[in-house]
Structure formats: structure tokens, C-alpha cells
């Protein structure tokens, strides 16, 4: 009884772990930091692409432990959060706060044996997220037009630890994957409303599920589009994007384009949870044509 007991234990500290520190969000933001990485480096280095790996996940880690115990009291109000290890009481503050620390130390200290500015833009990552986004969400809807900043920043940084540079290319990257930040926290927003609600948190750009709110997601989604294809037309640097791939990534943004469209017509929160799907397909399978159009050119 003992043993199955322990056994019982140790799994779940190691859900709680995954839960404090958003296991799939932060290896999904580590995905992005890769995919930044190949694309800026000339030679790809295996220990410079571990050493990312360890640092991105420990930035992320530590920005979503904080997030947590800033949290806690609104994170038990919903129903999506109220089962997370601090606010069930699971783990204490202390030991949340520990394990963010640590975090911030090892991820800023593993992005610097990358690169001063690998570190610096963690750096800036884990203090905007936590020290104005977090703040902000309970007061205004501009917390995701500052939430998107430190979003943005893991396809940026891989270049960055690739090329130890600051220029056009991780700019485009940047902005990419800012604009899509939108429609994709909008549709989450969306479908999400009433439990939001129950924390006090207003997502939505009109703080309604209205058609203002609809329209932005459209002119968004546009934006990131736009953005998407402008290495095609050689004004990024040494970021380039065949015209094949260029179609390839125009075609995944109109799919997005649609479920943005779809969530205009029917204003639902079937529609919404649709577009956040479609939108991380997008971003993911964007990274993808980009990284292998690189290889195969």
C-alpha cells in the first residue's frame, strides 16, 4: 500500500511539474526557438541547438511559474485553472517560487554560454511577461498586444543564438509570429469568455464577443499573412523564401483566413476553438515549410 502510495506520489509531482511550468506551451515556444535557429545558422552546431533547447524551456518554465503564484487566488475562480497545483494547494507559493527561480538563473545562465543577446532577450522575455503582462490582464485588453511582445521573442531568439545579431531577419521573424499572436489569443479569448469572466480576465479587444471583436481578428490574420510572404521578395536579408514555398505558406495563411472569417459569420464558440486550431497549424507547419525550403534551396 505504501509503495503504490509513493508511486501515486511521485506521479503526481511530476504532473504538478509539468502543470507549474506548461510543459506543451513551453516546448511548443522551444520548437519555435529551433526553427529559429536553423534558419539563421550557417552551420548548425548540436551543442548551441541543446543548449537553446534547455534555455527556452527554462525562460518559459520560469515565466509560467511566476504567472501561477501571481495568479493563484483568480486561477482557483476557473474552471480551466483551478486544478493547477497552487491554487489547489498542491504545491505552495514557496515552492512554486523556488522552482521559478531556479528556472530564471538556469535559463538566463544557459542562453548566455549562447550568447549575451540570447540572454538579454530571455531576459526581457521572462520580466515582460511576468512583470506587465500578468499585472495587466485583469485591468485591460491592451495585456495581449504586451503578452505578444514576449510570445514573439522564441522564433526571434533562435536566430539570434544562431547569429549573435540583431537585424531584419529576426525582425521579420519577430513580427511574424507577433501579429499572429492575435488572432490566435482572440480565438482563445473567444471560446473561453465565461470562464475568463469568472477571473476577472478581459481578453477580447472590445472585451465583448461582438463583430469589432471578429473584424480585428480578420485584419490580424491579414497582417501576419502579409508578413509571412514578404521573404519571397528578397527585402529580409539572408531570411529568404522560395516562390513554391512562399505559395505553400500563403495557402496555410488562407486557411487560417477562413476560420477567422467563419468566426465573423457565426460569431460561436465552435468557430473560435476552430480558428485557435487552425492557427496553431499554421504557425507550426509555417516554421516547418520555412526551415526545410532553407535545406532543400
Given at each position: 500500500m505504501s509503495t503504490a502510495n509513493t508511486t501515486v506520489q511521485k506521479v503526481s509531482i511530476i504532473s504538478d511539474f509539468k502543470e507549474i511550468t506548461k510543459m506543451r506551451l513551453s516546448l511548443s515556444v522551444v520548437f519555435s526557438a529551433i526553427a529559429g535557429y536553423l534558419?539563421?545558422?550557417?552551420?548548425v552546431d548540436l551543442y548551441t541547438l541543446i543548449l537553446l533547447a534547455f534555455g527556452g524551456y527554462f525562460m518559459v518554465g520560469?515565466?509560467?511559474a511566476y504567472n501561477q503564484i501571481i495568479e493563484k487566488d483568480l486561477d482557483a475562480l476557473m474552471d480551466r485553472t483551478k486544478n493547477r497545483p497552487v491554487p489547489a494547494g498542491r504545491m505552495s507559493k514557496r515552492s512554486a517560487f523556488i522552482i521559478a527561480t531556479i528556472f530564471t538563473i538556469l535559463g538566463i545562465t544557459v542562453l548566455y554560454i549562447?550568447?549575451?543577446?540570447?540572454?538579454?532577450?530571455?531576459?526581457?522575455?521572462?520580466?515582460?511577461?511576468?512583470?506587465?503582462?500578468?499585472?495587466?490582464?485583469?485591468?485591460?485588453?491592451l495585456a495581449v498586444f504586451v503578452g505578444a511582445i514576449p510570445g514573439a521573442i522564441p522564433f526571434m531568439l533562435g536566430w539570434v543564438a544562431a547569429r549573435n545579431d540583431f537585424g531584419i531577419e529576426p525582425g521579420t521573424l519577430f513580427a511574424l509570429q507577433f501579429f499572429w499572436q492575435f488572432p490566435h489569443f482572440w480565438a482563445i479569448g473567444w471560446f473561453l469568455y465565461e470562464d475568463y469572466e469568472k477571473g476577472g480576465f478581459y481578453m477580447l479587444p472590445t472585451r465583448k464577443r461582438d463583430k469589432g471583436t471578429a473584424v480585428q481578428t480578420i485584419m490580424y490574420t491579414v497582417w501576419?499573412?502579409?508578413?509571412?510572404?514578404?521573404p519571397v521578395f528578397g527585402f529580409t536579408g539572408d531570411l529568404k523564401l522560395s516562390i513554391?514555398?512562399?505559395?505553400?505558406?500563403?495557402?496555410?495563411?488562407?486557411v487560417m483566413l477562413y476560420y477567422a472569417f467563419k468566426l465573423l459569420r457565426h460569431r460561436t464558440a465552435k468557430a473560435a476553438r476552430q480558428l485557435?486550431?487552425?492557427?496553431?497549424s499554421y504557425i507550426t507547419l509555417l516554421q516547418?515549410?520555412?526551415?526545410?525550403?532553407?535545406?532543400?534551396?
Open positions: 534558419l539563421g545558422a550557417i552551420q520560469a515565466s509560467n549562447i550568447n549575451e543577446r540570447t540572454a538579454m532577450y530571455g531576459a526581457i522575455s521572462i520580466f515582460l511577461y511576468t512583470c506587465v503582462y500578468t499585472p495587466l490582464k485583469t485591468k485591460t485588453p501576419t499573412i502579409l508578413i509571412s510572404i514578404i513554391v514555398a512562399g505559395v505553400i505558406v500563403f495557402l496555410l495563411g488562407l485557435m486550431l487552425s492557427s496553431v516547418i515549410v520555412y526551415v526545410v525550403d532553407k535545406f532543400i534551396r
